[in-house]
């Protein structure tokens, strides 16, 4: 299945699961993801956003829906599928849609942003879903052909404050510039009634992964609150 601008209609108001497990931790492993993705669709997840490519192959195998895929390399500046050999790795493990970093800071192959969606359009059927930190990006992103944007790094790259919840105040002002191109709200959706909120802000879909996938974090979060 070749995923087509036109058939990310289908993940209109919808929810993404994204299913990670971190470095070093127990549920670290290709298996596990796409048995945690495959729960994940069975719940109703209209889409599912993995990283690493041994990840994207198995959750291809496991389910039926959307693969976003994503190669986080390294853990600050510009790691989530920083270069274009990352990012036609990514396409070629069978992504439907690549996430790539889609800030306006350097990228680690000197190539911009407008190069590496160009090269991804050009080498694979992949689309380019922008992880952005900001309204800038988003434009930027945008005007450099990115086939979705994603607000999945605001508050991580310095230009927005890092919000307990959802950044619903950039997701508003993302949706009011009318950039004509999927707008997918992600990062710090913790509640159903937070996912809520972020389509009310004008989001095209809502990706949740940690209240989802994560039990370490979640695990932490009951036990905070048990002893606050
Ligand atoms: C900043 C960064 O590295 N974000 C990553 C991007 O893939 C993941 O670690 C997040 O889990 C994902 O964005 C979903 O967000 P949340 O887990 O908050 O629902």
Redesign the pocket.
């Known amino acids: 299945m070749i995923l087509t601008p036109e058939g990310l209609e289908a993940l209109r108001s919808q929810l993404i699961v994204?299913c990670?497990a971190y470095p070093g931790e127990p549920m670290r492993d290709p298996r596990t993801t796409a048995q945690v993705a495959a729960s994940a669709v069975i719940g109703g997840a209209a889409a599912i956003?993995v990283?690493g490519l041994a990840d994207i192959q198995f959750t291809r195998a496991a389910v039926e829906v959307p693969v976003i895929g994503?190669w986080k390399d390294g853990h600050d500046g510009v790691f989530?599928t920083p270069t274009l050999r990352h990012a036609l790795a990514v396409a070629n493990a069978g992504a439907h849609v690549v996430a790539i970093d889609g800030t306006r800071r350097p990228r680690p192959d000197g190539l911009s942003f407008a190069e590496t969606v160009a090269g991804i359009h050009a080498e694979s059927h992949a689309l380019v879903m922008a992880d952005c930190g900001s309204f800038d990006d988003a434009l930027a992103a945008v005007d450099a052909g990115a086939d979705l944007v994603g607000t999945?790094?605001s508050g991580?790259t310095g230009e927005r404050h890092k919000t307990d919840g959802p950044d619903l105040e950039l997701l508003e002002q993302i949706a009011a510039g009318g950039l004509g191109k999927p707008l997918i709200a992600?990062?710090?959706?913790h509640t159903p009634a937070q996912a809520r909120q972020a389509l009310d802000a004008g989001a095209f879909a809502v990706?949740?992964?940690?209240?989802i996938t994560h039990p370490a974090s979640i695990t932490g979060w009951f036990k905070g609150a048990m002893h606050a």
Request: proline share 0%; glycine share 12%; aromatic share 6%.
């Open positions: 994204s990670q956003r990283q994503l989530i999945t790094l991580y992600e990062g710090r959706i990706v949740v992964g940690t209240a």
